[in-house]
Each structure stands twice: as structure tokens, then as C-alpha cells.
């Protein structure tokens, strides 16, 4: 039986419809990573299965049991804030420890749980200090031992590390992956903007939009394989780059000549009656290479970004009806201005019609 099961699970506010059949299995022992633009309602799904937000439709159940009306406290839930929320006149010990003698937990248990905790979160050393001697990513680790003591069925996060300057992400994000090594029977939720977080975290990657669930799979699936246009270029950075143009020919390898006057060459099988329709290629920034012959496309480096390791050109097509972004590897010197052609393998270049994948 799953851990967690979503059902038709609905969110109205008045007559506003924020999420609508959303249906989502997770076993014991992932970690889901809710991912979308801004207003999609991740966040609100994940106050929904705390308990903070009421379900409006359908049916959420944990280990089998509905739970649509059992309080928070009741769930076996435990959630990790994007504010620390920590008693600044405790110490840790005892930010960690509250929720449990609250509960009137013995003293020996409670003892035994923040040790516990603070092993596997290494917060040995700072047992007996308060939150103003911690660092951001330190006081990030109590807000998530607190969690852990509690034992729960499912730990929900919601984004977690949006507080915490570039370095301390990177740092606190290995943290909560080794977290999950030390738990590997503990399921997680996680909501994030942040595709770095979704793509190196995830055991599966649910994409929100429009209401509903996009598309729901491995990190690497959705980056390979994405069901549509919105997946497309919501996963990966920079986005992937969108061309229409019309099939000429079908088949295991499927020809497309662009709008914008060049061919793309695809491994995505098609039928017969699929020629002649008006369709979307997709090709990702870093999928792209320097072509010496038959480009997917030609045009004018317009500007360029230099990131050390890569270079990204911005150019538009020559009849300046897409602007495309290359990310070619190393330092590119010199490119603005200059004009560039590029291409890409067939089995790299998407096909979409009335932005659905075509992928077969």
C-alpha cells in the first residue's frame, strides 16, 4: 500500500478553482519534490496534507486512512517551515525537545529522541546553544531535527532553504540529501522553486500548472522525456528552445522544415498521417552544436553571457522570428555580432503538436 494517496483532491476559494484533480501515489520511502511557477498552488497542496488547508474535493489518505478531517496534530505529520520558527530563548536541546514534553513525553525517550536527531543532523555540538549563536543553515537543521523527533509518517517541507544565501543552500541541500540517506525508510515532500533542489534531491518530480498536475517522474525523465511544452521548458535552465515549423517527412526519423528557413532532423518516430502538420522542435540550450553543414539554424549572435565553464549566445534566426540560446562549453570570445550556425542529434531534437509530445 502507498504511504500517501491523493484522490480527485480539490482547492476552491469561493468560486476560485486553485487545484483540481490532482491524483498522486507516494511510497514509503520517497522524496516528492512539488515544483511550479509562482500562484500554481504547491504550497497549498502541501498545507492540505498537513492538515492547515482544507480539502475542498476529494479524498487524502495516509497508510489507508482517509484523513480529510483529522486534525493536524492526529496526521503522524511533521512539518519543516521556510522560517526557522525557533524559541530564541531556548536552546537547541529544547527547541528540539518541546513538541515531545508537550506531549508529555517521558524524559528518558525525549532525551533519547533529540540525541537521536542531533547524530544524525551532527548538532552534537551545539546541544546547548541558543539560535543566535547558530548560523542560518545551522538554525535550518533545528527546524528540521524538531521534525525528526516526532518520528512522523511523512515529513513535509516547504521550501525550506529560500532563507539561506547561495553558499548555505548548496551546503544545507547536501545536508538534507544525507538526511535522506540515514532515513531511507522516511517519506518526504518537498516544495521548491528551485529546479537545482527538485533535479538533485527528487526521487520523483511533481510539476504543477494550470491547476492540475503536468507531469510526474524521475528527474531524468522529465528532463529526457517531458510530456509537454510547459514540462519542456519549465525543467532545465536556460529553458529549451521552442521552433515551429511543418513535417515533410515521416517515419522512424522524422523531418521538419522550420519557419525560419532551416531542417531539424528528429529520432521521434511519426506516422503517415502526421506529414504536413504544423508542429513545435525542441532543442535544449546545451543540446546544440556548431554546425559545418545543413543547420537547424543560422543567425546573429545578439548578446553573450560567459559563465566560465559554458558560454550562453542569444541569436535570433534570420528572419528574426525565434530568438534561440546556445550554451557551448567553455569561453567563447568575440561571438557578438558574429554569425553562428547551429544544429543538434536527431535523438536531442522534441517534437510537439498543439503542445503535446509526440515521442511515441
Known amino acids: 500500500m502507498s504511504e500517501l494517496n491523493l484522490t480527485d483532491v480539490a482547492k476552491t476559494y469561493g468560486s476560485v478553482d486553485v487545484l483540481k484533480n490532482i491524483n498522486l501515489d507516494i511510497e514509503t520511502g520517497e522524496l516528492i519534490v512539488f515544483v511550479g511557477p509562482s500562484g500554481c498552488g504547491k504550497s497549498t497542496l502541501l498545507r492540505m496534507i498537513a492538515g492547515l488547508e482544507k480539502i475542498s474535493g476529494g479524498t487524502l489518505e495516509i497508510e489507508g486512512q482517509v484523513m480529510n478531517d483529522v ?14 520558527a525557533l524559541y530564541p530563548h531556548m536552546t537547541v536541546r529544547e527547541n528540539m525537545a518541546f513538541a515531545l514534553k508537550i506531549a508529555k513525553m517521558p524524559t528518558d525517550e525525549v532525551d533519547a529522541a533529540v540525541d537521536r536527531a542531533a547524530r544524525i543532523l551532527q548538532l552534537d555540538p551545539f546541544l546547548d546553544r541558543l539560535p543566535k549563536a547558530l548560523s542560518g543553515g545551522q538554525r535550518q537543521r533545528v527546524a528540521i531535527g524538531r521534525a525528526i523527533v516526532r518520528d512522523p509518517k511523512v515529513y513535509l517541507f516547504d521550501e525550506p532553504l529560500s532563507n539561506l544565501d547561495a553558499a ?28 537545482v533542489e527538485a533535479m538533485t534531491l527528487a526521487s520523483r518530480i511533481v510539476v504543477l500548472a494550470d491547476k492540475g498536475i503536468a507531469q510526474v517522474g524521475t528527474p531524468l525523465e522529465l528532463y529526457e522525456t517531458p510530456d509537454n511544452e510547459f514540462v519542456a521548458q519549465f525543467i532545465g535552465s536556460p529553458s529549451m528552445n521552442l521552433l515551429s515549423g511543418v513535417i515533410t517527412q515521416t517515419g522512424e526519423t522524422t523531418i521538419v522544415k522550420l519557419d525560419s528557413g532551416g531542417t531539424a532532423v528528429s529520432r521521434v518516430a511519426t506516422d503517415a498521417s502526421d506529414a504536413g502538420k504544423q508542429v513545435n522542435i525542441g532543442v535544449r540550450p546545451e543540446d546544440f552544436q556548431p554546425a559545418d553543414r545543413d543547420p537547424i539554424l543560422e543567425g546573429i549572435v545578439d548578446f553573450t553571457e560567459a559563465l566560465g565553464e559554458v558560454t550562453l549566445l542569444y541569436f535570433a534566426a534570420e528572419d528574426g522570428a525565434d530568438t534561440v540560446v546556445a550554451k557551448l562549453p567553455g569561453v567563447q570570445r568575440n561571438m557578438r555580432g558574429q554569425t553562428v550556425a547551429v544544429t543538434a542529434e536527431p535523438d536531442k531534437v522534441h517534437l510537439f503538436h498543439q503542445g503535446i509530445s509526440m515521442r511515441k
Open 71 to 84: 486534525p493536524p496534530a492526529q496526521r503522524g505529520i511533521a512539518m519543516v517551515f521556510q522560517s526557522y
Open 168 to 195: 548555505l543552500r548548496v551546503a544545507t541541500r547536501i545536508e538534507i540529501a544525507r538526511l535522506k540517506e540515514a532515513m531511507p525508510d522516511s517519506t518526504m515532500i518537498y516544495v521548491t522553486h528551485d529546479q
